[in-house]
Each structure stands twice: as C-alpha cells, then as structure tokens.
C-alpha cells in the first residue's frame, strides 16, 4: 500500500501520498477505506501532538477531498460519516479521569478541531439537514458529536469557537433540526 511508503522519504512526499490516497479511496473498498481512515486518524493526532503543520494540512485537503465527492449512493458513505461522528464522540474519553491535565484536554480539542472542516464540507455537500439521509442512530451520533465539541470548548465566546466559526456554523445549517420532546421521548 502506498500510505507504507510514508516517513520514508520527505514531508513533501508524505503529503503528496496522503492525498494522493483519498483520491484512490473513492473507488477502493470498504476494508481499504477503513484502514486510511483510521491511518489518517493516527497521522493527524500524531502530527497534533508533534506539531507538524505540513502533515496536518495533507491529512485536512486529503479529508476534505473525500468530504466534498462521497454521496450517498456510495457504499463507503455510511462509513466515512460514522467514522468522523464517531471519532468526535471518542476523542477525550481516555483524558476522563480525576487527573485530567489541561494539556490532554487542549490536545484533545486539537484533534477534533481537525475533523471540523471535513465534517462541515460533508454535511454541506449531502445535506445532512435532510432527514431522508440520515437515520435515529446518526441524528443520535450526531447529537452526542456536538455535545463533544461543546464540552472541549468550541463555544461562540471562545478562541476555538472564533477560530472555527465558520465550520461550526455550516455544521449547524446542514443539521437535522431537534425538539425537546423527542429527545424526552427517548
């Protein structure tokens, strides 16, 4: 697999193969599609912790690329929405303990201010808003992604939440609408 290849050469090259791969991972299959995800997963924390900027800004054109051309029809659309949803919600779970450092919880609000823009360019391109698309169990995954985000401080009157309004504000458009009462019927 080409994603072998990186660390092998230069940063200019490593960012190339990242992106190169979510180009072919459109019309690759699921297990191949998976295990990219997750390998971009590990680079963009890695390159989160090491500050690696050139690494973090492949890994984002290379999500985006993928965002902004999966439509639903696609066998690997389920997956890749479940997967940014779900790697929201799990970001921050091992940092739960009484001996939470204030680093663990900056890093964690790293990774996932690395998954804001592909999700916002998803949401946008396929219209999540529409409740044709989506199911109770994603409405719920997506719930659960928000809440996340907010308790990592992505709020309108912090640094994070100006820095990523924009994403945050195109999430929230493309968002199926929540009452009260359906949530208390649950």
Not at 3 to 21: C, D, H, M
Not at 112 to 133: C, E, H, Y
Not at 153 to 176: C, Q, T, Y
């Amino acid at each position: 697999m080409l994603l072998q290849k990186i660390g092998k050469v230069n940063s200019v090259v490593n960012a190339q193969i990242i992106t190169g791969a979510a180009a072919l991972s459109l019309k690759g299959g699921q297990l191949e599609f998976r295990s990219l995800l997750k390998m971009y997963s590990r680079i963009s924390h890695l390159a989160v912790a090491e500050k690696k900027e050139q690494l973090l800004n492949a890994v984002m054109k290379a999500r985006c690329h993928i965002s902004a051309n999966l439509r639903p029809g696609s066998p690997l659309f389920d997956t890749y929405w479940e997967h940014l949803l779900d790697t929201i919600i799990s970001v921050g779970d091992v940092h739960q303990s009484s001996q939470t450092k204030d680093s663990d919880v900056q890093l964690a609000a790293q990774d996932i201010a690395q998954l804001l823009r592909p999700l916002a360019v998803f949401m946008a391109s396929n219209d999540m808003s529409v409740d044709a698309i989506t199911e109770d169990e994603s409405h719920s995954m997506l719930r659960d992604a928000w809440f996340n985000i907010v308790v990592h401080g992505f709020l309108s009157s912090s640094d994070l939440g100006e820095k990523w309004a924009n994403e945050l504000r195109i999430m929230a458009v493309h968002s199926p609408l929540w009452s009260l009462s359906n949530a208390a019927n649950r």
